[in-house]
Structures are given as C-alpha cells and as structure tokens.
C-alpha cells in the first residue's frame, strides 16, 4: 500500500482523484484524496506495484506533481551523470 499526495489550497468545490495503471480497468479508476488541513494536502492509499504509472485528476483535469519524479528526468539525470564520470575518467588519464 502507497499513501499519495496532492499539496494545494483546499476547496471544498475542489474533486482530486489519483488513477493510473494499476486500476482495473486502467486509467478508468479513480480513488477519491481526501483533505487533510493540518497537512494541507489531499491523500488517498492504494495499491500499487512497482513502475507503477499515476497522475492526479483535478476537477476533471490531468496533473502531475513535481514530488513524484517522471521518468525521462531520471534518464537525463543518469546520461549526465555517466558524461561527468566519463569526463573526469578522461582528465586522469590525461594528467
């Protein structure tokens, strides 16, 4: 079980659901996030495998949080990574 959260200002107008692929059917799903004032964020706990896939839906609009990492930045920051090594691994060699 995975406890999510949604930080915003709360509204009582506001619907927050979490759906992902881990739904049956996919996508389709939504657990409804409650708000929690002390937090100031809405939660929900689901069941989710891992490489799980999920974005929030806001009042019926698709949103990603900046807390959960995407996983094209994780890649740009392993490429990066490997091109400092390299970089380094080469100036002792050169030294």
Request: positive net charge; aromatic residues 16%; contains cysteine.
């Amino acid at each position: 079980m995975v406890t999510l959260y949604w930080e915003s200002e709360y509204d009582p107008n506001d619907i927050v659901e979490v759906r992902g692929n881990f739904t049956n059917p996919p996508w389709t799903v939504g657990y409804r996030m409650t708000y929690d004032n002390f937090f100031k964020s809405y939660s929900t706990t689901v069941c989710m495998i891992v490489n799980s896939q999920f974005k929030y839906l806001i009042n019926g609009k698709y949103m990603t949080s900046l807390h959960y990492p995407k996983v094209w930045v994780l890649i740009i920051c392993i490429i990066r990574m490997l091109m400092v090594t390299r970089i380094m691994n080469s100036k002792c060699i050169l030294n």
